[in-house]
């Protein structure tokens, strides 16, 4: 049986980085809401439960807790920030609101005796966050820890194994945070901490093959990394029971349609079904006038979806549509509320008229690198694997004002030259490649001259950021000779194309997208 550790989730912003740290840790790691039944935890016979943090009170009225039940069935628990006051509230011991909240860098100094912290700085930088503190210690438990103001920053009770540090040790600003979790997860729980991405892959698919069954599962297929990982995995465990819709809304990057189809179509190594829908005159037709950007990704969104809807339709019912779901799209309210699938200003949201039985998404509890692992792992070409972020809305949100084949042509041919040319240059300097580069087509259109010729032709706008996380970017320091070198092959190569900028702007104020 898998080695697995349970988080239980309080509501606390730093949830999946928990699992995460887990997981770095080689352990399989799951989030559960709070109120999971303990019967149910049994069952899943984790080898340890986290609790995690949360904005509540625990003596205060409806706030989220567990029952007593979950520190009796033997099983090791930690508790952090808020999970660290329901063990001691839970099990009675004092928690009231601090004198002083402790919020940001706080040292605390900890006592070497426990497992917990062996091999841990005597004192150390650790990340606070609470209103509340455990006053009193319930019987049973040793403290570990203190701060200036906050006498219980850690408490055990070895015997039963329960657990409880007032900081985040999975947040990178707790110095010794990540050895910490370590020494739970390794020598708390005892793991063997030997969990790698082939071992997802292999119990996914049987998992999969388990519920699935003999039936049919039907999947939007865009050629992004998730879903084309979801879309291998399944095939794994089904094959042809599954049926892969990849709907071309004339939208995508030069040639890109033919890749997705030359990766999944029937000359492809994959086995399963793939329709590909050529829609691009449909969504031309949709977009014809429209230049507001809000309203282009509205359209394409809600045209997506019913195309998609008017292919499933001919399939006939399935029994399980799958979705390339990936861990940050999921937000789980830790509150009792089923989760909630962000509507991730993409392509897609739920079809209202597939006829469909259950969800499937293989990909839930992962994050994006280790969507990217598990895809090398079953053999998805690289290239497709490392793609650079390409919004559900495609092009139509790179063509500022109104959306034509024409423009489409233009922005392709531009943006495949700017890809080209920056592809070969990081081979060689792979340092300062930008995390997502492309090319827009302004809706300016000036005059130039070619040959002996005035021209009045549209400007191109280059795009390269770098960002780690998309909400902040800088523009990428591209030497000036390769932007010059680009700009000579776009204006030269592009029918309608008469000049071209680089956008030097921060986000913010700027965006990564132009539209
Ligand atoms: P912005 O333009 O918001 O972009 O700074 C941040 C990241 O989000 C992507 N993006 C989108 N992705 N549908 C998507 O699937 C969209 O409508 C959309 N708008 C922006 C963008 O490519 C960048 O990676």
């Not at 928990?18 to 559960?32: D, K, L, P, S």
């Not at 949709?286 to 195309?307: A, D, N, Y």
């Not at 531009?414 to 995390?435: T, Y």
Request: aromatic content about 8%; hydrophobic content about 40%.
């Amino acid at each position: 049986m898998k080695e697995m550790i349970i988080v239980l989730d309080f509501g606390g912003q730093y949830n999946q980085l928990i699992a995460r740290r887990v997981r770095e840790c080689g352990v399989y790691c799951e989030v559960h809401p709070y109120n999971t039944d303990p019967k149910e935890l049994a069952r899943l016979s984790p080898k340890g439960i986290i609790l995690t943090g949360g904005p509540n009170s625990v003596y205060a009225e409806g706030s989220p807790l567990c029952t007593k039940e979950v520190f009796e069935l033997g099983i090791p628990v930690l508790g952090i920030c808020y999970g660290a006051q329901i063990l001691a509230f839970v099990l009675s011991g004092k928690v009231q609101p601090a004198p002083v909240s402790e919020y940001g860098r706080t040292e605390v100094t900890i006592d070497e005796e426990s497992v917990l912290f062996e091999g841990v700085k005597k004192t150390s930088v650790t990340w606070m966050s609470h209103t509340d503190y455990i006053a009193e210690a319930p019987e049973g438990f040793a403290v570990r820890a203190k701060t200036l103001n906050c006498p219980v920053a850690a408490m055990e009770d070895t015997s039963r194994k329960l657990y409880a540090v007032q900081f985040h040790p999975e947040v990178s600003h707790s110095e010794e945070g990540f050895r910490i979790l370590g020494n739970f997860v390794k020598k708390v729980c005892g793991c063997a901490c030997d969990w790698r991405m082939d071992s997802f892959v292999e119990s996914s698919v049987r998992e999969l093959r388990e519920r699935i069954g003999n039936g049919r599962v039907l999947c939007a297929l865009s050629g992004g990394v998730d879903s084309s990982v979801a879309a291998v995995l399944l095939s794994k465990a089904v094959g042809k029971q599954l049926t892969c819709v990849f709907v071309d809304h004339g939208l995508l990057r030069k040639n890109e349609g033919d890749e997705v189809e030359a990766v999944f179509g029937p000359d492809g190594p994959y086995d399963l079904n793939f329709i590909r829908v050529n829609a691009q005159e449909h969504f031309y037709e949709k977009l014809k006038g429209v230049t507001e950007p809000e309203k282009k990704r509205h359209i394409i969104g809600e045209e997506f979806i019913r195309v998609f809807e008017a292919e499933a339709k001919k399939i006939g019912q399935v029994e399980f549509l799958a979705q390339g779901t990936i861990y940050p799209d999921v937000i789980e309210s830790g509150l009792g509320e089923s989760a909630v699938i962000k509507s991730h200003h993409n392509v897609g949201g739920l079809p209202d008229h597939v006829d469909f039985k259950e969800i499937v998404e293989p990909l839930r509890m992962l994050f994006k690198d280790e969507v990217r692992k598990a895809g090398l792992e079953l053999g998805i070409p690289e290239k497709l694997v490392f793609r650079q972020p390409f919004p559900g809305p495609g092009l139509g949100i790179r063509i500022i004002g109104e959306v034509t084949a024409e423009k489409v042509k233009m922005v392709q041919d531009a943006d495949a030259i700017l890809r080209e040319e920056i592809g070969k240059a990081a081979e060689e300097n792979p340092s300062w490649m930008p995390a997502q580069y492309y090319a827009a087509l302004t809706n300016m259109r000036s005059v130039g001259v070619m040959g002996d010729d005035r021209t009045y032709d549209y400007a191109v706008a280059l795009r390269a950021v770098k960002t780690d996380d998309f909400m902040t970017a800088n523009a990428a320091p591209i030497p000036f000779e390769l932007l010059s070198h680009i700009t000579d092959r776009i204006v030269n190569e592009v029918d309608g194309v008469n000049r071209v900028f680089y956008d030097l702007t921060s986000k913010p104020p700027a965006t990564v997208e132009l539209e």
